[in-house]
């Protein structure tokens, strides 16, 4: 794909950090360079090769210089220590790792305590000793008659779950999985090559890599990297770089809708807001347009379905409140504790059919074998939908509470309290309690200098919600504990 964009458009902008863009001929050389040196390393096809860099050029080229060797991208999260990178890099078989020279302090540690990591290869400053300068392997000459890279059905990528229950396991995405996903996503959400897309959402994410890098390469788009989400200078970029596309988590729109100060700003061109990855409060989608003028659509997908499933159109109907219907080529089915399918309307488990479900996890045959049954991907969220076929997410299985014996998804709830003008933020758990098993606790976090108190929330929460499901207390809380995704920690609240 990349060497098709470059072969057709050479000195089209591909990506652009701070004031540095390279070209696409210059993205393609830089992977071919690395490839061949990463052969001439040691790295045969079907090889791991981990990647640990924030939104950098040198993800991207690291990214296709490992797929050109025809060996396994493994992405690690740029918020993980030294346990953590280790689990992953020794469970997946890293034969190499290629990583920022900002993790110099524990790249250095694992050659001796990572069995079969052979190479360790840093982008910037001073390699630790015995490491190789990733630079140095991206300038050399590269040999492509000797490059064998995957394709089809071969194995791509490894990207290893957030753990939420356990240790994190490996979703195994293919060559066909990645492409098909995001030339779905690229009919649907009506990209082209003419775009240009703000990268904030972290390339180490199923989200943010099929999005955000993948998707606007198969169309020749410019892709513009931002290392970290900071609100101002996300603006600025959307501003500056006249960005046309930008997707993000809810909480990151959720924070750029509390910035007051927008004088100075253009954005203009900005069509096409995405937001996936966690439940979008229903307030967000039509603030976020009046105050910037773009459309923002919400759709969803699991990292084990690369990660696409849904999407509202931006030219068809869009319900608010829902994820859309399922892109082409993927089909969507509601189950329930049997597997049996469910009627429209009745709320089950989520189930995804298609090209872009994963191979399965990662020397985890067992858990490969629950989670995907002949041919369906049993996703865990549960879900319901409409005559329409338009999905709406309600939560998490594992997040659903159990009060006196029914079943309260704090979704739900959640979004009863965002309609309250002075809520900012909240997420909703279950407490152990011995009369009813467990009780609904709301955690609210309040916009800045707007007040409530306990008894308001769980007034309103009265009047829009069965008792059983209102909330028994509510803690304000200075905010709320995520992951690099932007996903709510529900684990660490309870």
């Not at 492509?144 to 229950?165: K, N």
């Not at 995405?173 to 972290?202: G, K, M, W």
């Not at 089909?331 to 504790?337: C, N, P, R, V, Y």
Request: aromatic share 6%.
């Amino acid at each position: 794909m990349l060497a098709d964009v470059a072969h057709r458009h050479p000195g089209r902008p591909a990506v652009t950090l701070g004031d540095r863009t390279l070209t696409y001929a210059e993205v393609d050389a830089a992977a071919s360079a690395l490839a061949t040196s990463l052969r001439e390393q040691g790295i045969a096809p079907g090889d791991r090769v981990a990647l640990w860099m924030p939104n950098v050029p040198p993800f991207v080229i690291g990214y296709f210089g490992i797929l050109r060797a025809g060996a396994i991208v493994v992405p690690v999260s740029t918020l993980l220590g030294l346990n953590e990178v280790s689990y992953i890099l020794e469970n997946s078989g890293a034969k190499a790792l290629i990583a920022a020279h900002i993790f110099n302090d524990i790249t250095a540690q694992l050659p001796g305590t990572v069995p079969g990591l052979e190479r360790v290869i840093v982008w910037g400053g001073k390699p630790p000793c015995e490491a190789l300068d990733l630079d140095a392997l991206c300038a050399r000459p590269a040999d492509t008659e000797a490059l064998r890279p995957g394709a089809g059905d071969d194995l791509a990528v490894i990207i290893y779950t957030s753990g939420t229950t356990g240790r994190p396991k490996g979703a195994m995405l293919s060559h066909r999985n990645l492409l098909s996903n995001a030339a779905a996503c690229a009919e649907v959400i009506e990209v082209n090559a003419d775009d240009r897309f703000l990268t904030v959402l972290p390339l180490f994410h199923s989200f943010g890599a099929t999005v955000c890098m993948i998707l606007p390469i198969l169309l020749q788009a410019h892709i513009v990297l931002l290392p970290r989400f900071n609100p101002t200078e996300v603006l600025q970029a959307l501003s500056g770089y006249r960005i046309t596309v930008f997707a993000g988590v809810p909480a990151m729109y959720g924070v750029l809708l509390n910035v007051r100060d927008l004088s100075g700003l253009d954005f203009a061109p900005l069509r096409l807001c995405v937001t996936g990855g966690a439940p979008c409060p229903p307030k967000f989608i039509s603030a976020f347009r009046e105050r910037f003028g773009a459309l923002l659509i919400e759709g969803y997908g699991p990292t084990e379905a690369s990660p696409v499933v849904s999407v509202n159109p931006p030219s068809g109907v869009q319900k608010i409140g829902s994820t859309g219907p399922a892109i082409p080529g993927v089909e969507l089915g509601i189950a329930d504790e049997q597997g049996a399918w469910l009627p429209v309307g009745e709320v089950g488990e989520v189930c995804v059919r298609g090209p872009n479900v994963m191979q399965g996890y990662w020397q985890a045959p067992e858990a490969t074998a629950e989670t995907v049954r002949n041919g369906w991907l049993f996703t865990g969220d549960m879900g319901r939908l409409d005559e329409d076929g338009y999905l709406y997410i309600v939560d998490r299985k594992k997040d659903m509470i159990i009060v006196s014996g029914m079943n309260v998804y704090p979704r739900e709830v959640e979004d009863v309290i965002h309609q309250l003008p002075a809520v900012g933020d909240c997420a909703v758990v279950g407490e152990p309690s011995e009369r009813r098993g467990e009780d609904v606790k709301a955690f609210v976090v309040l916009k800045e200098g707007q007040t409530l108190t306990e008894e308001e929330v769980l007034e309103h929460c009265r009047g829009h919600l069965a008792s059983f499901k209102v909330p028994r207390t509510v803690v304000f809380a200075q905010d709320l504990p995520r992951s690099g995704t932007g996903k709510v920690l529900k684990r660490a609240l309870r």
